[in-house]
């Protein structure tokens, strides 16, 4: 547990960006580039390279912004901040078709978030595997994720059956939880839930794309 | 077009608190709530009193802190900045399970919000109706969008044809996008474009996840 002990505490916008940047490092990696300017990153990642600097300066000793950055050392740095070089197995609450989708997708960019179990009430759907990913009762929820050795979950359940769903994860030793229900669900201290909401991200898109409309006359 | 030059401008991420600020003022005024004071809105949307304080102040004239809000008031006024009170037409592009959880869903919680039409290649899909919405062929966007005045676009499309995809709807007429494919997309100015990146969800999660159990020691 040392290691957590070292990381920077970063706002959350900061960390988004943190894992914007080193997917954006990995490409980079990919097509062979080994140093990389504060400018250009800015042009690849749509990130201001005030703020890009600001970040950097925040993480560490990373490099001097007008020679460039090393990619590889940024990667490894970057990595070790996000904690992806241990791998995190993660649970799926509830396979309709946006559970399925994530199974099908199983975060297949980045090789350390892995759905390793899934859980449904459909009886139809218990059993069934899904991209090598078996689907359990909700009743085996105590001894899968024991045996799966699971803290994370992922629930697309609809948002009535959320809260139950939640609090019989975290029962089971599930500390963080990433929910698809925009409803904001009641944990114990120490459980961290973070939640998708598309129509409010639908909705800051109208937004903005009114504002630039309005611009445009 | 008048009013939308009177909409303040918002950063993205008030945009977003405005959002879940109108969805819980809804779920209060359907419970019958009149008025509440920003400490109880603060416990009910889980942001702090000081920020919901400072974006109440950049909104209007919304009333007095210590006397509380009227619910009412606050609803009208933050869904015109926020326009909801006309429909806004969607096109899903890509119906693969991701696409038919969105149909499925669609967007019921808001209803001006409404994907009225989608496309798919896959000869399979095209001309199948799901939850009332029609799969049509790629082919037809031209066709489709002027006939349904769509202007707003959720592309599922994954990561490899996503950019041609987008140039695309684009050519029709959309102004405003919403991608699930989280590499960045290249688009003539005055076009919108937002990511809805999993990964990058899933890992600030596991961020603030591990944070909270150091701390737990």
Do not use: W
């Amino acid at each position: 547990m040392d290691r957590l002990i070292e990381k920077p505490k970063l706002s959350k916008a900061t960390t988004k960006r943190l894992s914007l940047y080193l997917r954006c490092l990995k490409e980079l990696h990919k097509e062979g580039v080994q140093r990389i300017k504060s400018s250009e990153f800015s042009q690849l990642t749509h990130v201001g390279s005030a703020t890009i600097r600001r970040d950097f300066s925040q993480l560490g000793e990373l490099g001097r912004s007008g020679y460039g950055y090393d990619v590889s050392y940024l990667i490894s740095v970057f990595s070790s901040i996000l904690d992806t070089i241990e791998e995190k197995r993660i649970a799926l609450i509830g396979c309709g078709n946006l559970g399925q989708a994530l199974l099908n997708n199983n975060f297949r960019r980045n090789e350390n978030l892995n759905i390793v179990c899934a859980f449904d009430t459909d009886a139809d759907k218990i059993g069934s595997v899904f991209n090598n990913v078996e689907v359990y009762s909700m009743d085996r929820l105590d001894e899968i994720l024991s045996k799966e050795k699971v803290t994370i979950a992922i629930s697309t359940v609809p948002s009535q059956y959320s809260q139950a769903a939640v609090e019989n994860v975290v029962k089971n030793g599930v500390t963080a939880i990433l929910s698809f229900a925009p409803d904001p669900i009641k944990v114990p201290e120490g459980i961290t839930v973070h939640y998708i909401d598309l129509t409010t991200e639908l909705q800051t898109l109208i937004y903005f794309d009114e504002l630039a409309q309005s611009r445009r006359g």
